[in-house]
């Protein structure tokens, strides 16, 4: 009788561990909600190049955005150096803020590199982040974060 009672008891000790590790081991993730700050899939702007033919055979990169039921569609008149043209490629940072784009310098008709500008989305405070490259390499704007 001891030893039955006695296994009784061990084996409810045994259910009573496996029933709490269950407990602890929750089968849910949670992830953390930023506090401030936007994401780009909340601002839903869409942010785009426009080649626009200024003659024959040649074509000018613009910088354009929109919301992104299409509404609001606007281009993006930056002020940049002599000889500095927009690139091909243009991105936003995060907070939907800042523009990021590649710009070539044009020299006759052969394109060079001329590094990576940002601006804001309203055209104004167009700086260079990064230099172009000198030996025949091309800077890319890949995305900003």
Request: charged content about 20%.
């Amino acid at each position: 009788m001891k030893k039955l009672l006695l296994g009784t008891v061990a084996l409810l000790a045994f259910n009573a561990a496996v029933i709490i590790t269950q407990m602890s081991c929750k089968k849910e993730a949670n992830a953390e909600t930023p506090v401030t700050g936007t994401t780009l899939r909340q601002l839903d702007i869409v942010l785009y190049i426009n080649y626009v033919k200024t003659g024959p055979g040649t074509t000018a990169s613009e910088i354009w955005i929109c919301k992104l039921d299409g509404s609001n569609k606007h281009k993006i008149n930056v002020t940049l150096p002599p000889n500095i043209v927009v690139g091909d490629e243009a991105s936003l940072t995060p907070d939907g803020q800042t523009v990021v784009f590649s710009t070539y310098e044009m020299s006759g008709t052969s394109g060079k590199d001329g590094g990576i500008y940002t601006c804001k989305t309203d055209g104004t405070n167009a700086k260079k982040i990064v230099d172009g490259n000198t030996d025949g390499n091309y800077v890319t704007v890949q995305g900003a974060y």
